[in-house]
Nanobody, 117 residues
């Protein structure tokens, strides 16, 4: 099993910054991809950014140039630096780990990010 624990959410004014962290523990082995998804009220969960264990990144178009994803493989932690936040970024942000060897996805419980105008 894999456990994911997010932290770093909160309330911020438009134009501000937040840094999310996600610590993974448990049966983490093999090639995996970690990332962040978000779900706003009344909307479907959507991809924000992912990063492979080799460091390859992928971003949703709406965050390019504003958010940066990074990871520390030694500590099994992934980060999301969010800059120039907008009210539309308000959502619950979920950490995700995809483990290739078992084709399995794991999710954290989510952390709320609220951006006020």
């Amino acid at each position: 099993q894999v456990q994911l624990v997010e932290s770093g959410g909160g309330l911020v004014q438009a134009g501000g910054s937040l840094r999310l962290s996600c610590a993974a523990s448990g049966s983490i082995f093999g090639i995996n991809r970690m990332g962040w998804y978000r779900q706003a009220p009344g909307k479907q969960r959507e991809l924000v950014a992912t990063i492979t264990s080799g460091g390859r990144t992928n971003y949703a178009d709406f965050v390019k140039g504003r958010f940066i994803i990074s990871r520390n493989n030694a500590e099994n932690t992934v980060y999301l630096q969010m800059n120039s936040l907008e009210p539309d970024d308000t959502a619950v942000y979920y950490c995700n780990l995809y483990r290739q060897i078992s084709d399995a996805n794991y999710w954290g419980k989510g952390t709320l990010v609220t951006v006020s105008s």
